[in-house]
């Protein structure tokens, strides 16, 4: 069974930093291209960035590639998101995602991490 | 403003159908080929529904089905059930390495 359970969420006071985690299991890690989406409060989906199977390319959302990073580890199974200069707007559920195999579409997700930032 | 537009809301009584639209309005998102929809009930992450236009995956129920016409996409929902009031999301992959999600659309089953 498929499994992606991210954690790291919380209260950060705006201007901080906050490094999420989502740890995978259930598929060949190295194989699926991984995600993050997230949702504020009461608010829409919106798709923050991809990182490829290799972790060679990565895409992000244009208004946040200058502070948010994503990466993955092979060897822990999990993806990774850094945000930095964190601002109120970035309050969100933050959810991991895996792409189908060789496709665009988000099959698998996470349960979420609640990020606030708030002073 | 998306760069996809969907009715914020749509209602449909038991056993009718309903159809939610995702329009194109913005050429950023490219040849719109790679549509993908999810279903999200409150509290809850986002489930797919359907992939690539209109591919279910495996598990998901036929009364849901979906198609393209020219800028719009297309998702339908036949023989309406109480648990299928929920939010749903029309998703497209840009071409560019990027994705973007519609603005959401709120169904209330009367």
């Known amino acids: 069974e498929v499994q992606l359970v991210e954690s790291g969420g919380g209260l950060v006071k705006p201007g901080g930093s906050l490094r999420l985690s989502c740890a995978t299991s259930?598929?060949?890690?190295?194989?699926?291209?991984l995600n993050w989406v997230r949702q504020a409060p009461g608010k829409g989906l919106e798709w923050v960035s991809s990182?490829?199977?290799?972790?060679?390319?990565?895409s992000y959302a244009e208004s946040l590639k200058d502070r948010f990073t994503i990466s993955r580890d092979s060897a822990k199974n999990s993806l990774y998101l850094q945000m930095n200069s964190l601002r109120a707007e970035d309050t969100a559920v933050y959810y991991c995602?895996?792409?189908?195999?060789?496709?665009?579409?988000?099959?698998?997700w996470g349960q979420g991490t609640l990020v606030t930032v708030s002073s | 403003q998306s760069a996809l537009t969907q009715p914020a809301s749509v209602s449909g009584s038991p056993g009718q159908s309903i159809t939610i639209s995702c329009t194109v309005t913005?050429?950023?998102?490219?040849?719109?080929?790679?549509v993908s929809w999810y279903q999200q009930h409150p509290g809850k992450a986002p489930k797919l529904l359907i992939f690539?236009?209109?591919n279910r995956p495996s598990g998901v129920s036929d009364r849901f089905s979906a198609s393209k016409s020219g800028s719009t996409a297309s998702l339908t929902i036949s023989g309406l059930q109480a648990d299928d009031e929920a939010d749903y999301y029309c998703?497209?992959?840009?071409?560019?390495?990027?994705?973007?999600f519609g603005g959401g659309t709120k169904l209330t089953v009367l």
């Open positions: 990182i490829s199977s290799s972790g060679t390319y990565m």
């Open positions: 690539d236009v209109n």
């Open positions: 913005s050429s950023d998102v490219g040849d719109f080929k790679f």
């Open positions: 998703c497209s992959y840009t071409g560019r390495t990027t994705r973007v």
């Open positions: 995602a895996r792409d189908r195999f060789g496709d665009y579409a988000f099959e698998n």
């Open positions: 259930g598929f060949t890690f190295s194989t699926y291209t």
